[in-house]
C-alpha cells in the first residue's frame, strides 16, 4: 500500500487488515523465540480471527479489492 494512502483511509478494510496484518507477522517471530509465551498465541489467534473475518467480509463485498489485497500482502486465500 502506499504509505499516503494508509495515512489518508485508515478506517478502510485495506487498511485494517494491513495493519493486522504487520501486527500478526510481528507476533509470530515473536512466537518463534519465546515459544511458551501463551498470553501472545491468544492475542495471535485473536489477531487472526479478527483478519479473517474482514477479509471475509470484503471478499463478499468486493471480490477484486479481496484479490488485489492479499496478492499485494502475500497471504492465503481464504
Given at each position: 500500500?502506499?504509505?499516503?494512502?494508509?495515512?489518508?483511509?485508515r478506517?478502510?478494510?485495506?487498511?485494517?487488515?494491513f495493519?493486522?496484518?504487520?501486527?500478526?507477522?510481528?507476533?509470530?517471530s515473536?512466537?518463534?523465540?519465546?515459544?511458551?509465551?501463551?498470553?501472545?498465541?491468544?492475542?495471535?489467534?485473536?489477531?487472526?480471527?479478527?483478519?479473517?473475518?474482514?477479509?471475509?467480509?470484503?471478499?463478499?463485498?468486493?471480490?477484486?479489492?479481496?484479490?488485489?489485497?492479499?496478492?499485494q500482502?502475500?497471504?492465503?486465500?481464504?
Open positions: 500500500m502506499v504509505k499516503e494512502e494508509k495515512e489518508e483511509n478506517g478502510s478494510v485495506e487498511f485494517q487488515v495493519s493486522f496484518t504487520n501486527k500478526i507477522r510481528r507476533l509470530a515473536h512466537l518463534e523465540l519465546h515459544k511458551k509465551d501463551f498470553s501472545s498465541e491468544r492475542g495471535l489467534r485473536i489477531l487472526l480471527g479478527k483478519r479473517r473475518r474482514l477479509l471475509a467480509y470484503l471478499a463478499k463485498k468486493n471480490r477484486v479489492r479481496y484479490k488485489k489485497l492479499i496478492s500482502l502475500n497471504i492465503r486465500e481464504q
